[in-house]
């Protein structure tokens, strides 16, 4: 009898095969570290088909940065809904953040801890994806001040700031948690709420922290 003929893999299927590959590589190693050798073995490939896929070690890691950050912006888009009270609409967002982070942890180990080290263009990459979670909250934050002062005129740019160290916060307490046996997703989400709202809930109540008076 001759071999049997098994149908050859489409092309889509096996570069997400080497992406996946990569991601853990990458993330439990760093990218100085891995080999495209050892990507290519646990894709169960041959290197030069990684190469003829994805061109270089460079641009593997960009293709790579670029699946994850998509993911995650995805991920907390998905989960907020618009006609939900702005506190809910965080929350979801949060726990959705914190979800993906908490099940893909080699993907965020690349973006807030490999793609940020090791220069332009990958710390680009990762900027843009910031930015857009950015201003995802922006403009959360934004409908909430301007419905609860019943102006909607109201400057975007007094919670363009709060988003800012909302996303930063969020960024840190993902890194923290992973690397803390024990906290949940639920959990993280639950703090930065806790440390947030308290804060965002007065300012959206037109009861914002004063400053002290300069001294003279």
Sequence with gaps: MGAVKTKRMPRAVREQQMLDAA????GRRGYMAASMDE????AGVSKPLVYLYLNSKESLFTACIRREAAALVRAVRGAVRTDLPADRQLWDGLRAFFAHTAEHPDGWSVLHLQARTHGEPFAA?????RAELVAFATHLLVVAARAAHQDPDLPERGVAGVAEAL?????????WANTTPGVTARESAATLMNLAWAGLGN?????PWLQPPAAD
């Excluded at 990507?39 to 646990?42: C, Q, R, T």
Aim: charged letters at 20%.
């Design 39 to 42: 990507i290519a073995e646990l």
């Design 203 to 207: 300012l959206l109540e037109g009861r």
């Design 23 to 26: 991601v853990r590589t990458f």
């Design 167 to 175: 996303v930063g916060a969020a960024e840190s307490l993902a890194t």
């Design 125 to 129: 990459e990762v900027a843009a994806m």
